[in-house]
């Protein structure tokens, strides 16, 4: 299996010591707290730029060098952050052009963080100096063992130069502006360009008619970002840095196609940061496994939980303190989901600017018996007890499709509801059905690859892209079960519509041709009900409430398993099946409620032979994940209920090698409220 592999699973944070170089005592504090606690691994540097580099050109590197040592000698290594997430006063003083332009032309003043353009080739050129200054120095430290690059990249610069290079861009793309305005179907209201000098990037007070420069602005960006990012870790490699790489990606971020940067990192990593107990603990920890799914499965390998909140944050609009045991809980779900380290931020919490009171392992109290303390020294001691578990991989039979350019395209497409068409909550509905029978799941995009699942479930996939088509058809040829619903194979890469019917390229696998498409207005619904006599495994007996969008489809080859109750299209086909190949295709109609995508997702996954790794029913709200060696399966369960629950498993059928305090394990499994157990089982 590929990806990076550590010595152990780690577990630690992000540390400021350049905020307390005026507490001298504090660095030796910190070390005794953070063994105690178990921690083995900080990421240091992150926002250090101004102590790196305090004067342009002079660098002062000795203190970063002393406390590497001191750290190394204590056994916690390091995460070595480039700097490039904030810089120093001076520099934005001296070029003006690192600051970043908004997209009314204004340009932002020093101050706050991520407030650079990630296109100047004077900031360019600063990070390089200070990246191989760094790498030069540390990269063979034995305590170094990643490079942390910049931070949490973020937000977009309207800059003249940004937009020259977005121009750029264009012209390599599509070569002639007679095919850009092909491409983006510009005769529409006029708005025809003579010249690729005439683009602007989309904004509401110039062009936002025009889709296909929407996406392409998007895809820019990412692309732009991840060249940033290429070209940092291009600075680290020049001077024969060898330590891994990666940069933190961040919770449900829609701005940049995660995949497009992620290729040019070694291993991914994300910062989580749930508002537990907002609303049911189970619901949270759904989403917050799809989070790390999609992470993993980026790179199909383990990934990194780079920071996550021991106590709450202070950013969000209640910050509230996390339940005794759902630190543990929230720690132990990231590595049940393939993440190779528990991370937080912050080690220790500072003293004054906008994150004082941001939750830490260290509180300004600074004692060890603080709550929150002891809970991560327990995580700590989790960690050394799951350290079979470490770069042990999550293997998964269905995958749902989540894809970046989809989700822009559905938000910008001005179509059936510009008032909510809940591409990531028609997602999720999917892969909570497939979750909550125990089932890990993969979430991949348009350019990955279906091959090898059992089942591929592809909600909403208003946009055909990147030969998707072309993969399903051959996907369910040779015996995949496929999944779609409505308002997909709507349009082409371009957001350009099919012509000839939808689902584009994939009429005749469906078995259907998708007609219209009615939009409802919130608080409407209507309701799928069974077709009486059918035996297949989608065949549900009972009627489910839909709301939002209801498709209207004509078949062909398709079998209705369900039709519409109401409206003018009662009893047309909500629901339907079509044997393709040796394969299934199913075509969902409506937005239909959870316990449909529940109920029908059971069946079709007990036909297809898919099943929980425990012997019994999964609870709602138990949440099952395996990791697997060669050899070894780990069957990680958490409890996400606030009461007990009680599995009929024999323990002495597997090994225990993980339960939280309170789990009782006579005869059958009893977890208390965010408890979690993990057994062992040979393959
Ligand atoms: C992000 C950043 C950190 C910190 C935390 C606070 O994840 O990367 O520097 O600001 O948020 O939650
Ligand atoms: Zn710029």
């Keep these: ?91 934005a003083d001296r070029y003006p052009e690192i600051l970043r332009v908004n997209m009314d032309g204004s340009r932002n003043h020093f101050g706050m963080r991520h407030n650079h353009c990630y296109t100047s080739p004077v900031y360019r050129r600063k990070v390089r100096e200070m990246n191989q200054a760094l790498a030069a120095r540390f990269d063979s430290h034995p305590g170094v063992i990643l490079w942390h690059v910049s931070n949490e990249y973020g937000g977009e610069c309207y800059c003249p130069l940004c ?66 990012l290429r070209s940092e870790v291009e600075a680290l490699r020049e001077v024969g840095a060898k330590k891994p ?17 992620a290729k040019f990192v070694d291993v991914v990593s994300w910062d989580n940061y749930p508002t537990w107990h907002r609303k049911q603990e189970r619901l949270t920890a759904m989403d917050t496994g799809i989070q790390h799914d999609i992470m993993r499965s980026m790179k199909k390998a383990p990934f990194l939980l780079m920071e996550s909140c021991p106590s709450p944050t202070n950013w969000q609009p209640v910050n509230k303190l996390r339940r005794p045991g759902m630190v543990e809980a929230a720690s132990l779900q990231a590595v049940a989901h393939g993440s190779d380290s528990v991370l937080y931020f912050q080690i220790r919490k500072g003293r004054g600017g906008f994150e004082k009171f941001h939750g830490a392992v260290i509180d300004h109290y600074g004692k060890e018996d603080d709550r929150t303390y002891q809970e991560c020294c327990q995580v700590g001691e989790d960690l050394i007890r799951l350290s079979e578990c470490n770069h042990t991989w999550v293997k998964a039979d269905a995958a749902v499709i989540f894809d970046w350019e989809n989700w822009w395209a559905i938000d910008e497409s001005k179509g059936p509801r510009n008032q909510g068409m809940y591409y990531k909550e028609t997602v999720e509905k999917s892969y909570y059905a497939f979750r909550k029978q125990g089932l890990n799941v993969d979430v991949l995009d348009m350019e990955q690859s279906i091959e090898g699942y059992r089942i591929v479930a592809a909600p909403l996939v208003y946009m055909f892209r990147a030969g998707f088509e072309a993969q399903v058809r051959k996907f369910v040829e040779e015996g995949g079960i496929f999944i779609l619903t409505y308002w997909s194979g709507v349009v082409d890469e371009n ?21 219209e498409i009615d939009g409802l207005y919130d608080g409407e619904s209507n309701y799928l009900c069974p077709v009486q006599g059918s035996v297949d495994a989608g065949m549900l007996s009972r009627n489910y409430r839909c709301e939002h969008l209801c498709q209207l489809v004509e078949v062909s080859t398709a079998v209705p398993l369900m039709v519409y109750g109401d409206e003018f299209y009662q009893g047309t086909p909500a629901l339907t099946v079509n044997q393709y190949g040796k394969g299934k295709a199913y075509y969902i109609c409506a937005d239909a ?19 929980a790794p425990i012997p019994c029913f999964v609870p709602e709200g138990v949440e099952i994940t395996t990791r697997e060696s060669e050899d070894t399966q780990y069957i990680f369960i958490q409890n996400y209920n606030r009461t007990d629950v009680k599995l009929p498993i024999r323990v002495n059928d597997y090994e225990v090698i993980f339960q939280s305090e309170g789990v009782k394990t006579g005869g059958a499994i009893t977890l208390r409220k965010f408890n979690t157990v993990v057994l062992k089982n040979r393959k």
């Design 495 to 515: 957001d350009l519509c099919f012509l000839g019917g939808t689902p584009g390229g994939l009429m005749d696998v469906m078995g259907l041709r998708s007609t």
């Design 163 to 228: 937009q020259q290079a977005f121009r750029g861009w264009l012209k390599e793309k599509y070569g002639s502006v007679e095919e850009l305005n092909r491409r983006w179907y510009t005769a529409f209201w006029s708005h025809t360009y003579d010249t690729f000098d005439q683009v602007e990037p989309p904004m509401p007070t110039g062009e936002m008619a025009i889709h296909g420069l929407y996406l392409d602005w998007k895809r820019f960006v990412s692309d732009q970002v991840g060249d940033f």
């Design 245 to 261: 790489v990666t940069t933190n990606f961040m919770y449900n971020f829609q701005e940049y196609n995660y995949h497009k940067i």
């Design 1 to 91: 299996m590929d990806g990076v592999k550590f010595n152990h699973l780690l577990h630690g944070g992000d540390y400021n010591p350049e905020q307390w170089f005026d507490y001298p005592e504090i660095l030796k504090d910190d070390i005794r707290m953070m063994k105690k606690a178990r921690i083995n691994t900080v990421s240091l540097g992150i926002f250090a730029w101004c102590k790196l580099e305090p004067v342009e050109g002079v660098y002062d590197f000795d203190w970063l060098a002393e406390i590497i040592d001191r750290l190394y000698e204590n056994g916690i290594s390091v995460n070595l952050a480039t700097p490039s997430g904030a810089r120093p006063h001076w520099m």
């Design 593 to 611: 409620e959870q316990s449909f995508y529940d109920d029908l997702y059971r069946n079709i996954c007990k036909e297809a032979g898919l099943k």
